[in-house]
Nanobody, 117 residues
Framework: QVRLVESGGGLVQPGGSLRLSCAAS????????MSWYRQAPGKEREVVAS????????NYVDSVKGRFTISRDNAKNMVYLQMNSVQPDDTAVYSC??????????WGQGTQVTVSS
């Protein structure tokens, strides 16, 4: 059974930092492309960052470049999103997504991030 479980969300002040984690199980994690998405109230879901299986290709949406860092640990079946210098516009539900080699797509349930003073 495929499972993606996010954690690490919460309330953070503007300018602060937060680290999101996504624990994966039930599929060959080491060959998957992993992504973080977010969806704010009333907005479309958008991809925040993606990382390929070997961490050799990483992409970010322009609004988080220089502030967020995606990483993965294939030995632990984990993917992370380090969020620095967060802003109120970063408030959203953050979800991790896995794309397997054959094209299957799986999503986690999401974790809420709220940036507010």
């Amino acid at each position: 059974q495929v499972r993606l479980v996010e954690s690490g969300g919460g309330l953070v002040q503007p300018g602060g930092s937060l680290r999101l984690s996504c624990a994966a199980s039930g599929f060959p994690f080491g060959t998957s492309v992993m992504s973080w998405y977010r969806q704010a109230p009333g907005k479309e879901r958008e991809v925040v960052a993606s990382i390929n299986a070997r961490s050799s290709s990483i992409n970010y949406v322009d609004s988080v470049k220089g502030r967020f860092t995606i990483s993965r640990d294939n030995a632990k079946n984990m993917v992370y999103l380090q969020m620095n210098s967060v802003q109120p516009d970063d408030t959203a539900v953050y979800s991790c997504k896995a794309i397997l080699g054959r094209g299957d797509v799986y999503w986690g349930q999401g974790t809420q991030v709220t940036v507010s003073s």
